[in-house]
């Protein structure tokens, strides 16, 4: 019962979801498909609290679900009054499931199911809901032969003015029949050769329908039957049936129509060889295509994939020292099965990152009703799924991003029609995939960053000289400092200034980057990069003396050998490659480390973005596999180090990040 209880949370928790993102997204999917999603979530979160004992949501649920099936029967559209309700409705849901408890929930509970009564009563839908019930239970089929003669036109009456009278009592269903003469020669253009056969579920008495016939009964062919239809979806089942009958020609009489009628109403018999046809096709059509795991399972399999990669690192060293070529077939497939291992278990791990956006759009609803700015919320790219690490990391930098976008980025209504701009403001978020890479890319098209304005907040803090001379890209990296904010008035959102170092501090931890671009009234763009996985990646071993480390394959565009010879006759630190100068380091004199005495060493080109620089180490060995570990506090003042790993031969490599790596140099060589 347990397990089964745990099942239905989860379940919930996703419905609560639901809800909430069909409030957030009713432009983008219709008012009546926002009140059909949420009608099936409400009436899917009250039939499963029922059974499992969540008394409250079960209570809370119902009021919901009486709610939007009035406004689902009526048509209503879908106004702010009611995404506040159901907004809000969806928080008090989650913390019902979640058994919170006390007197604030108590009052917001109150609250919402008075706005949900004071709504249902202001709409008349109250009635409205208990006559459609009793309806339901009145309802009658009649089965209605209609064939007028010939003359049915001399009189001066319309067939089609009885059949719309008829429409009106409820669900009809008419069929027409033509019976012309055989011969050309008997046919006359006055003549009346039509009749109908009609079903109508309704819960008018039989002297309604007879007064429609009332100045055609007396001389045409009327035949009017009455029969009892248990419920609306028999109803349709019936009317299936009838069509068969209709399409293939077959003759539709009372006796035919009873029939029909016990056959949609009961359970059909069907021959033993038919139950098993009919079972074999439900269970190929109901295959499980996906299975909910736990995320401690998940991380237990990350665990133990690593240790397999790291103990297949050691056979295959062993196999190259041993030189036994059988062995050596055996660990070569041995290590391509631990990829494809491996890439499995990664996909296993990877979520959509769709299933996070949720929060942005409460985020944005919340803070746009907060400042009384209009902002639109535009999403791309975000089936691309990610390492569930990675966005519960990234997650919180990016909602710090959003509301600065929201505070600092969009305009008033009235600002923003000032600057020939609409009213509404826009934030996006974009996602795609470039190689072992995601790129994400969230902008505004709001007053942009006014770097004269940071310029002059630098000074005043003396992080600047009044006398420094930074390009654009230099003073938007200022944003990024501890305590730096160029706003004038700190807001319940933010201008504190906390928050933007953090942002870079998360995203650099994860190993990515993050770049900073803004225009003048025309908006600002932050820039993410970052690895599509966080545990297990591919890397070069190279060694700079006695010290190893590994890089991420994707951050290497090439190596070469170099003699000692031409790395002495490198000019200012500067190499040629692809048409541009690029710095070069040599990394045991960077890093003050005891190079081995080589003839021969490895230059490795390294990327950062669009930028690009050489290290010189001593040697490069093979490309494989590594297992991200943490390092200690020791290695805290070189942050390009992001980890460090186990060799197959046991030996510990430390990993570098070649934007971190970047960095370092750079300032380092400023320092100088």
Known sequence: MKELKQKYYEEASQLINDLEDAFLNVNEIGHENTINTVFRAVHSLKGGASIFGFEQVTDFSHDLENLFSTLRSNKTQVTSEIISIGIASSDILRKLLNDESGEELDEKISEIKQKVNEFLLDENSIEILVNNQQKSEQHKLFY??????????????????????????????????????????????????????????????????????????????????????????????????????????????????????????SVNKIKKEDLDKKLSNFSKANKITSVRVDNVKIDALLNIMSEIVIEQAS???????????????????????????????????????????????????????????????????????????????????????????????????????????????????????RGEDIIIRLADDGRGIDLEKVKLRAIQKDIIHHDSKLSNEELLQLVFLPGFSTADNVTEISGRGVGMDVVRQNIELLRGSIKLN???????????????????????????????????????????????????????????????????????????????????????????????????????????????????????????????????????????????????????????
């Open 144 to 265: 209605i032969e209609f064939s007028p003669n010939f003359q049915l036109f001399s009189n001066g009456t319309n067939p089609l003015f009885i059949l719309d009278e008829l429409s009106n009592l409820g669900k009809y269903q008419p069929y027409y029949f033509l019976n012309l003469p055989q011969q050309f020669n008997d046919y006359k253009s006055f003549n009346c050769y039509s009749a109908w056969k009609i079903f109508l579920l309704t819960d008018a008495e039989i002297s309604i329908i007879e007064d429609i016939f009332l100045f055609v009964i007396e001389e045409h062919k009327i035949d009017i039957y009455e029969h009892k239809i248990s419920d609306m979806f028999n109803f349709n089942k019936f009317i299936r049936f009838i069509d068969e009958l209709y399409q293939t020609n077959k003759d539709i009489d009372n006796q035919v129509v009873s029939d029909a009628i016990n056959q949609a109403s």
């Open 315 to 433: 056979l295959n060293l062993f196999s190259f020292e041993l030189k036994d070529s059988q062995l050596g077939k055996i660990t070569s497939r041995l290590d391509a099965l631990t990829k494809q291992l491996r890439e499995t278990v990664f996909d296993i791990s990877l979520i959509p990152f769709s299933e996070t956006i949720s929060r942005f759009r409460r985020l944005i609803f919340e803070l746009s009703h907060a400042t009384g700015k209009e902002i639109k919320f535009k999403v791309n790219g975000e089936q691309i799924e990610l390492d569930k690490n990675l966005i519960e990391t990234i997650i919180d930098p990016l909602i710090h991003l959003i509301r600065n976008c929201v505070d600092h980025g969009i305009e008033m209504p009235q600002e923003r029609v000032k600057q020939g701009k609409n009213t509404e403001g826009l934030i996006s978020l974009d996602m795609q995939q």
């Open 518 to 672: 803004t225009e003048r009234e025309k908006g600002t763009e932050f820039l993410m990069r970052l690895p599509v996985t966080v545990s297990i990646q591919d890397g070069f071993i190279f060694s700079v003396g006695h010290t190893k480390f590994i890089i991420p394959a994707q951050q290497v565009l090439n190596f070469s050998s170099v003699t000692k010879e031409n790395i002495n006759k490198i000019y200012k630190n500067l190499i040629a490659h692809n048409k541009k100068e690029i710095p070069v380091y040599n990394l045991s004199e960077e890093l003050k480390i005891t190079p081995d005495d080589v003839d021969i060493k490895y230059m490795l080109i390294l990327q950062k973005d669009e930028h690009e620089i050489a290290i010189i180490v001593d040697h490069i060995f093979n490309k494989q596999q590594f297992v991200i570990k943490s390092i200690g506090k020791y290695y805290k003042n070189l942050y390009f180090l992001t980890g460090a790993t186990i060799l197959g031969n046991g030996e510990i490599a430390l990993i570098i990040d070649s934007s971190r790596l970047l960095d370092f140099l750079k300032n380092k060589a400023e320092r100088k």
